[in-house]
């Protein structure tokens, strides 16, 4: 490692420099040899039907099972994966996989809906409609189960183009969560020109509800707004009993966070939700 010495500040940022795109050339071999091999696969966090008392359905959260790292969570390779365009390959795996899964809950007679998340890079060449289109027929999947999650960055660009898109999958049935709302520019005139059906109101918000009356009083006022403009809204990043409680009482129709469940692989999914929902129930 560079050393900070004699108050050489260009020498020891250059150095920095370096070596991270040193690292990062060895994070990108490592992520083309992962998907080569496959070392990845989905995660499910439950979803809390917050009206109901019961899971609704899950997010679909991308692992890398790194060969000498171990589990490796999305924060770490996924910006790298934007740049590098593997992005595009990654997630098209994401959405087959997603639609496996989905047709496989229809088939044991499970409700459940399930959301992928979506990089703006992939908007619109890397994840055309048809694709969409091609997994859901391919899974036989009944495509109001499937939502993809995209963030207000890809309305930073040519909104035209992102607005076309959006149509498109969304006249094949599939719905779009509007995902980390409160933490970009969270214009409400995105609201009224693009065709979404749920916010996700980010975890910051929520998890400061109870020490900041100005997060409870602002989760309070996007869940009002949200269920003015006839959209969803589920609140992300729920770890405690007393927040659960608060958007409840809000009106909010959805939770997701620890408090209900972490992230658990397919095998475990089944078991973990019907313990929630005895718990929810009960
Ligand atoms: P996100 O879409 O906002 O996903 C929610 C993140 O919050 C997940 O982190 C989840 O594990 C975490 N989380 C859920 N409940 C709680 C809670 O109660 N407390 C706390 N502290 N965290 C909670 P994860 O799985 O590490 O994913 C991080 C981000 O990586 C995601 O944020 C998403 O932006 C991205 N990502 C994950 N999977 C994919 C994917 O398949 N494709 C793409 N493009 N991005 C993905
Ligand atoms: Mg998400
Ligand atoms: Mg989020
Ligand atoms: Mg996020």
Redesign the pocket.
């Known amino acids: 490692k560079a050393k900070l010495a004699g108050g050489n500040q260009a020498a020891f940022f250059d150095a920095t420099l370096a070596e991270t795109a040193e690292q990062r050339r060895h994070l990108e071999n490592d992520l083309r040899q992962a998907v080569a091999q496959r070392q990845f696969s989905?995660?499910y966090?439950p979803i809390a039907d917050l009206a109901r008392h019961r899971i609704a359905g899950a997010?679909?959260?991308?692992?890398w099972h790194h060969p000498e790292r171990g589990l490796v969570?999305?924060?770490q390779f996924?910006p790298v994966v934007?740049q590098s365009g593997l992005?595009n390959e990654?997630?098209l795996w994401?959405l087959d996989s997603a639609c496996r899964q989905l047709a496989e809950w229809q088939a044991a007679g499970c409700p459940h809906y399930l959301s992928?998340?979506?990089?703006g890079r992939?908007i619109p060449d890397g994840l055309p409609p048809q694709a969409v289109a091609a997994a859901i027929a391919r899974h036989g999947i009944a495509p109001e189960r499937l939502a993809l999650?995209i963030?207000e960055g890809i309305l930073l660009g040519d909104i035209g183009v992102a607005r076309a898109w959006l149509l498109a999958v969304q006249q094949l049935g599939v719905r779009l969560y509007l995902?980390?709302f409160g933490t970009g520019y969270s214009s409400l005139s995105y609201l009224k020109r693009f065709p979404l059906d749920t916010l996700?109101i980010?975890?910051s918000f929520v998890?400061d509800m109870q020490a900041e009356s100005s997060d409870h009083s602002l989760v309070e006022a996007i869940v009002a707004m949200a269920r003015s403009l006839r959209l969803r809204v589920v609140a992300?990043?729920?770890?405690s009993a007393a927040q659960l409680q608060m958007l409840e009482a809000m009106g909010c129709h959805y939770a997701?966070?620890?408090?209900l469940s972490?992230?658990v692989p397919a095998a475990d999914f089944a078991e973990v939700v019907a313990g929630i929902d005895r718990r929810l129930a009960g």
């Open positions: 989905l995660y966090q997010e679909a959260l991308i692992r969570p999305p924060d996924i934007e992005i990654i997630g994401v992928i998340n979506v990089s992939q999650e963030t995902d980390d996700k980010d975890r998890q992300e990043g729920v770890e997701q966070g620890y408090h972490r992230p």
